[in-house]
């Protein structure tokens, strides 16, 4: 076969790459450091990060050993009330003599500031903690974040956000190997996938806030990446090496844990991701004792998995005002249970050699999964950096491969996909638009009812419907491999990754 790097499109895919390296290992870092004054709102960073508090937090509480500060403390005046939230709509699951009753529209979080103290030993040394989110993570982490503490505040968060950037450039780069893995031959589809993460960068008006806040999902999305182009090139140190971070920070990792025991079994990965386990979370009881496991398992946890964010479980309370935890709970196991059934059956049918597809199409599928079910879920930055831009080569493969009507609905999703990320573009704009003939023309109100409700679908409904959407195509690519009809599937399962 003709090597990749020999192909026509190949410069054409490295011009690419070599336009987003400049935009996020350079140009977007160098402008928030020396040109932050001048550059619109929605591309700026900002040292009042709710969300790098957090970490800084952690890492402050790592460099000087204050281990009983680690955790902030509940406040009992908040969660001694009983939170309600009010339905937008009123089913007979919702009694209208509730509405005197309760906290309506809020759900106490033990990480706000309006709902736990830090310790003023933490506020003293860094009075920028007490405004923002407080450290809600497992113990060890905070080891790992430790290297944030050598810097004073705004360093650190500078430090963050280019840390951010380069992942956002390490997403696109190995989503478009995936692609061409699965394609074994380089086209310039390759090098439009390594840009994907720019738009988002200039357009996107919910995708600005993962920047403002210091959100870590682009770094997690730059690990999902480059944790499935490691498992279809068998790189099983670097896969037990990766779940780390994954598994600290959301638990992306632990739908993933029974995949390595099945055909073939990664011996390495599991060997890897137990011993750093076992290290990580040795060192840090040798340092601080078991204490912090004790209250993070006890205050923390319980206090933390609430239905916010636009996720099914979110959606459902936001529109009905019942929590249907127990029934996603099942939702999620019966949806991975199928998921897991149609790998084995890959594997199986496939001797062990299952090359590219099927675990691309698996890891995939999982994290759709981790999208719809998860009870705290935000679209810019769960459905984004989790699901969509890490694994847009596999889609848009699927999207090359289909035919016919199932080929135009893949790109119409896709199309879709991109058209969220825009929503700076259609929406905000529209939105002071609307604000200006409204108040010109009060009788001009529908209009702004129209944007509204066009918001409320994009950052609510939309996420939903593509990662459902995604996840029946996981579900169709498995089924494929798993019985293959004449010249359909036996090529996928039997494809070697392309060579470096």
Known sequence: MKNVADHPSSLFSKICVGIAALWFLLLYPSLNLFFWDHLPQKMRSTHESCDFSQYYSGAMVARYGLWDCLYPVASPEIYGKE?????????????????????????????????????????????????????????????????????????????????????????????????????????????FIAMLPM?????????????????????????????AYSWIQNRQILLGIGMIPLLLFKGIGLTWCPLFFMRPVKFKTLLTLSLLTLL??????????????????????????????VGLQGLILTLLG????????????????????????????????????????????????????????????????????????????EANRAQGLWKNTIWIIFSLSVLFWMDGLFLTKTSYLMEWIRQHNP????FEKARSAASGLVVYVLPIMESVFLLGISYRRLLLEATPKQGQGLSDRNHVPAPE
């Open 83 to 191: 939170p309600k939230f009010k339905p937008l709509i009123h089913t007979p699951l919702f009694q209208e003599s509730d509405s005197r009753k309760g906290n309506w529209n809020f759900y106490p979080q033990i990480n706000l500031p309006k709902c736990s103290s830090i310790a003023p030993r933490l506020s003293e040394l860094c009075d920028q903690l007490q405004g923002g989110f407080h450290y809600a993570y497992p113990p060890p982490l905070a080891l790992l974040l430790e290297p944030l503490a050598f810097l004073n505040y705004e360093r650190a968060s500078d430090a963050w956000f280019t840390l951010m950037c380069f992942s956002y450039f390490g997403m696109g780069f190995y989503a478009s190997r995936i692609f061409r893995s699965l394609q074994g031959v380089g086209t310039k589809l390759e090098g």
């Open 280 to 309: 990580l979370n040795l060192s840090f009881i040798l340092m601080a004792g078991v204490g912090p496991y004790q209250v993070f398992f006890t205050e923390i946890v319980p206090k933390a998995n609430l239905s916010l964010g």
């Open 322 to 397: 019942v929590d249907p935890k127990r029934w996603i709970m099942a939702l999620n196991i019966l949806l991975l249970a199928l998921l897991y059934l149609g790998y084995w059956r890959g594997t199986v049918r496939s001797g062990g050699k299952i090359g590219a597809v099927i675990p691309i199409a698996t890891l995939a599928g999982t994290m759709a999964i981790f999208c719809i079910c998860n009870p705290i879920v935000w679209p810019h930055h769960y459905f984004v950096n989790y699901l969509q831009l890490p694994f847009a080569g596999w889609i848009l493969w």
């Open 199 to 227: 738009i988002p960068t200039f357009l996107s008006s919910t995708m600005s806030c993962t920047f403002e806040i210091g959100n870590v999902s682009p770094l997690l999305g730059f690990l999902i990446t480059l944790f």
């Open 443 to 446: 009788a001009m109100n529908v």
